[in-house]
C-alpha cells in the first residue's frame, strides 16, 4: 500500500513538474513578458521605468525556471495586466463557483446515467436498451453551445421558467463564507436565506444540465456496459437461482461491483466538466473561472491566461490522484497487485 501510494505520488509530482516546463515556455512566448518570472533579477527601478516590457539581458532559462517555481510555491501567480490584482487572488474568487457548476452536473449525471445504464442492461437489445444507447449517441454528439442555446429559447423565453444568467437573482445580497453559492445562501443570517437558496438553485439548474448532458451520456454507456458484462457472471446467476429478488440482485450484487470501473469513468469526467464550463459560463454569464478566462483571452491579459491555465490544471492533475488512491484503497485485487 505503501509502495503504492509513493509510486503515485511520483506520477503526480512527474505530471505538475511537466505542466510547469509547459506554462513556464508559455509564458515566454507571450508579447509581454510576465513581471515575476524575473523579478529577482532585474534592478528595481528599471521595472518601475519600464512595466512589463522589458527590453533588457535576461539571466539564462534554468536559473529563471528555478524562481518561477519559487514563486509559485509561494502563491505568486503574477499580476493581473487589466485589473492590476493578484491572479492568485482572482482565481480563488471565481473558481468555486465552477466548482459548483461541475458538481451539481457530476451529480446530475450519476444520478440520472447510473439507472438508465442499469435499465439498458436489464432490458438489452430491447427498446428500452435501444432508446437508452440511442439517447446517449445524440447527448455524446451534440454540441455544448447549441444545446445550451435550445434549452435557454425553450425554458426560459418561451416557457419563462428559467433565469437566463448569474448565479442568484439581483435583489439578494449575500455574503461569501465557501464560494459556494447553493451553502452561503443556507449559512447566511439574511431572513430571506431560504428565498436566496430557492434562487440559487432555480438559477443553477439549467447550466448544471448543459454542463452535464455530455458526464451523463458517457456514465449511462459506462454503466450498460459494465452491468452487462457483471450479470452474465457465475454468481449473479446463482443469486437469481437461490431466488433472490431482481432487485437486490442488480443494486446489491451487480452494482456493486460495477461500481469501480464506473468510478473511474465518473473520475475521468473531471476534465470534460472543466473544458465545458468554459462555453457553458459564457452563455449562462456564470462568474466562474471559465468565463474568467475567456474574458482574459479576449483581453489579452496575459497573466490571468498563464495562471488560470496553471491552476485549473493542476486541479484536474490533482483530482486524478486523488481518484487512483481512492481506488488503490476501495480496490482489495488493486492493493494485492500493488
Do not use: C
Not at 116 to 138: C, E, M, P, Y
Request: glycine share 6%.
Amino acid at each position: 500500500m505503501f509502495y503504492s501510494i509513493s509510486k503515485q505520488g511520483i506520477n503526480f509530482l512527474a505530471s505538475f513538474f511537466v505542466l510547469t516546463l509547459f506554462t513556464f515556455a508559455l509564458a515566454n512566448f507571450f508579447p509581454e513578458k510576465l513581471a515575476f518570472l524575473y523579478a529577482n533579477q532585474i534592478d528595481q527601478s528599471l521595472m518601475a521605468n519600464h512595466g512589463t516590457n522589458y527590453d533588457l539581458v535576461e539571466p539564462n532559462l534554468f536559473n529563471s525556471y528555478l524562481f518561477y517555481l519559487q514563486q509559485l510555491f509561494d502563491g505568486n501567480l503574477g499580476i493581473s495586466s487589466v485589473r492590476g490584482t493578484s491572479v492568485f487572488s482572482e482565481f480563488f474568487t471565481y473558481f468555486p463557483a465552477t466548482l459548483e457548476l461541475s458538481i451539481v452536473a457530476l451529480l446530475f449525471a450519476i444520478f440520472l446515467g447510473v439507472p438508465l445504464g442499469i435499465l439498458a442492461a436489464r432490458h438489452k437489445n430491447q427498446w428500452q436498451d435501444k432508446s437508452v444507447v440511442s439517447s446517449t449517441l445524440i447527448g455524446y454528439s451534440m454540441p455544448i453551445f447549441w444545446w445550451a442555446m435550445l434549452l435557454v429559447l425553450f425554458f426560459s423565453l418561451w416557457l419563462g421558467v428559467s433565469p437566463v444568467a448569474s448565479r442568484i437573482g439581483f435583489e439578494y445580497d449575500i455574503s461569501p463564507v465557501t464560494g459556494f453559492m447553493l451553502v452561503d445562501t443556507l449559512l447566511s443570517d439574511q431572513p430571506y436565506s431560504l428565498e436566496a437558496f430557492k434562487s440559487a438553485l432555480h438559477h443553477i439548474v439549467l447550466p448544471s444540465v448543459v454542463l452535464g448532458t455530455v458526464p451523463l451520456a458517457i456514465i449511462t454507456r459506462s454503466t450498460r456496459s459494465s452491468m452487462i458484462s457483471i450479470l452474465n457472471e457465475d454468481y449473479i446467476i446463482s443469486a437469481k437461482a437461490r431466488g433472490l429478488s431482481p432487485v437486490t440482485v442488480l443494486w446489491k450484487h451487480a452494482l456493486r461491483n460495477a461500481a469501480l470501473p464506473l468510478l473511474t469513468i465518473i473520475g475521468l469526467q473531471v476534465s470534460t466538466l472543466i473544458t465545458g464550463s468554459l462555453i457553458t459560463e459564457s452563455i449562462f454569464a456564470w462568474p466562474g473561472a471559465g468565463k474568467w478566462l475567456l474574458e482574459a483571452v479576449y483581453r489579452r491579459d496575459f497573466p490571468v491566461i498563464h495562471g488560470a491555465i496553471l491552476a485549473i490544471a493542476s486541479f484536474v492533475i490533482l483530482t486524478h490522484f486523488i481518484l487512483d488512491l481512492l481506488m488503490t484503497y476501495l480496490d482489495p485485487k488493486l492493493r494485492r497487485k500493488k
